[in-house]
DNA sequence: ATTCCACAGGAAGCGACGGCCC
DNA sequence: GGGCCGTCGCTTCCTGTGGAAT
């Protein structure tokens, strides 16, 4: 019997081992990152010898290596360590996702497998409870604070200032912090003790230019795929594409798993330029998509009312109009009306996403408001909004173009 | 030089919720 | 079940401000 895979399994595939291109693989090798490698690995080295590292500030973009390099240091202390009698814990937070003082404390203290609830506990029990669990251990313990920027902006600096004096109330263990930031002016965010006991070092990463890329990819490649599966042209294009996205190595790779991937689909025998382009596109329509998709309603009706400001021909809008058509969109399907003030996040929301590109500029004696226009294919994303049920119901009363004002005052 | 618009965006706090402890 | 705690989405109240108009 002709099966539905049988087809699909016969294809020839390009790919040796797909995983490598992903983003949570760490590789063996990393190039040019030597100096910032060896310039951790002086800093960490002492925990070998029984004393305390200093603390570590990383800086750098998005996709420059910040996150692999440290995981990479990070491990190869705890395997020289364990060899030595001299333990070495790493722990990796990612603070995108760990974004209170609670969550941090309680996801550490899980690391060394106390128990501790979500919610519900008083923050200094937790970190009491982090306390004990550190005592109970010996050598160097490493926590890698990945993104910390985003934690800083959002809860801070308390965390911070607990974690960098926690040496005082420890007997067994010495603590050192690894600090990852993409942006650099961070530390001015924060309290003066804070910053020179966190940034005691300070190691930049700067972004990869399009010969670095090739070369990563290059070293990739020959993992991912199997032999003359890709043509000559694709890694060249991958790096220089990426390269123009601020030297993301990350996107870069992206990119070129996708395009290994269209390849497949098409039952092509070995990656052409075609499909880097197509992969190119789709990427970038997909994330938008995704990230529209997932918008909470009211912001969906945010992105809605500038959508609406735009087709009406505007090239950008700002926030009194979008508020305007905001509201009487949100009376016309009976959503509840937020307030000017709520507006002013979800607009700097979007604005972070990279759906919507703001810009504040003074109008004189006219004020002072941002002006707000879409960074994403209209249409695209106008019809992933309409999928949303309860934005529907206004795709019926789409106002005439060019009269949008008159139709809504 | 001063005024003043139309907002930006900080601070505080509220209420609901999920979840802890006793 | 009652008293807390942390988090989230949101409101209320507020101070700050670039530059055209006066």
Redesign the pocket.
Known sequence: MEGLFDNLLESKPVFKDKEVLRPSYTPSYLPHRRDQLNAIAIILVVALRGETPSNILVYGKTGTGKTACAKYVGRELTDVGASRGVPCNVAYINCEVV?????VLAYLARQFDKDV????????HVYSQFIEALNAQAGSVIIILDELDKLVR??GDDVLYNLSRINLELTNTRVSLIGISNDLKFTEYLDPRVRSSLAEEEIIFPPYDANQLRDILEERARLAFKEHALNPEVIPLCAALAAQEHGDARRALDLLRVSGEFAERVNADSVKEEHVRTAQMRIELNRVAEVVRTL?T?AKLVLYSIITLQQNGARSA????V?RVYETLCRQIEL???????I?????ELDLLGIIS?K?V?????????EISLSVPLDETFRVLLEDYRLEALDGTRFARRSVKESLF
């Open positions: 974004d209170t003082q609670y969550r609830p979500m919610t519900g506990w008083p923050t200094d959002k809860s909470p009211q700002t926030t009194g109009e508020n509840d009306v937020l307030t000017k003030r709520r002013t996040d979800l607009i700097m703001t504040v003074s109008k004189g004696r006219y004020g002072r408001t941002k």
